[in-house]
């Protein structure tokens, strides 16, 4: 059964924070990585996918992926309220295809206070 | 403004009921897929269609009954629902990838919010 572990939160960080969001994935094989958000009562967004070692950046966001360890962090710089959302991690494995599997974290909760 | 349209946007039906779910992808996309969102548990995925082949069933009660007749439209069938099937139903898109390239990201529809009495 390939999981997809995330801390529920809630994460709460004053407004202009780094907010650290974390994901562990128990698929070693896992190829594709995937950061989404969703506001209460709203679909998932896709903020960022990470494909290689290492560090990616888009604007307040940087994704972080460490496949030795088997995590994947996503850091959002100068928090602000309207990032209160809850974040989902999603973990492809068996690459392409009909193989294609995308399995999502519960999602961590997180508060940005003003 | 998704890509990815859903109706209805809310529903509300009873045990003996039939409806429908529907799904439109405006993305040039090739795969869709049926998700379904329950209170405190992860996205579990139901149905995956590529090029209107359906290539994945996650185990899911035959209730449940989806029909993909273009690479543009999904539907989900439901009749006689149980409570527990009460959820969020999200519909998803994305370019369907080759064995052994990387996957592109889902693209969400705003979802329909199911609720069986």
């Known amino acids: 059964q390939k999981e997809v572990e995330q801390n529920s939160g809630p994460l709460s960080v004053p407004e202009g924070a780094i907010a650290s969001l974390n994901c562990t994935y128990s698929d070693r094989g896992s190829q594709s990585f995937f950061w989404y958000r969703q506001y209460s009562g709203k679909s998932p967004e896709l903020i960022m996918s990470i494909y290689s070692n290492g560090d990616k950046e888009d604007g307040r966001f940087t994704a972080q992926l460490n496949k030795a360890s088997q995590y994947v962090s996503l850091l959002i710089r100068d928090s602000q309220p309207s990032d209160s959302a809850t974040y989902l991690c999603?973990?492809?494995?068996?690459?392409?295809?009909?193989?294609?599997?995308?399995?999502f974290g519960k999602g961590t909760l997180l508060t940005v206070n003003p | 403004e998704t890509g990815v349209t859903q109706t209805p946007r809310h529903l509300v039906m009873g045990m003996t009921n039939k409806k429908s779910l529907k799904c439109e992808q405006h993305l040039g996309h090739n795969a869709m897929y049926w998700y379904k969102q329950s209170a405190k548990k992860p996205l579990e995925l139901m149905f995956v269609y590529n090029f209107k082949e359906q290539t994945e069933n996650n185990s899911v009660p035959s209730r449940f009954s989806p029909e993909c007749p273009n690479s543009s439209h999904l539907f989900l069938h439901l009749h006689t629902l149980q409570p527990e099937d009460s959820a969020l139903y999200l519909c998803?898109?994305?370019?369907?990838?080759?064995?052994?390239?990387?996957?592109?990201?889902?693209?969400f529809g705003n979802g329909t919010r199911l609720t069986v009495t």
């Open positions: 999603a973990v492809n494995s068996g690459g392409g295809g009909s193989n294609y599997k995308l399995t």
């Open positions: 998803a898109s994305s370019i369907k990838a080759l064995v052994g390239q990387v996957v592109s990201p889902l693209h």
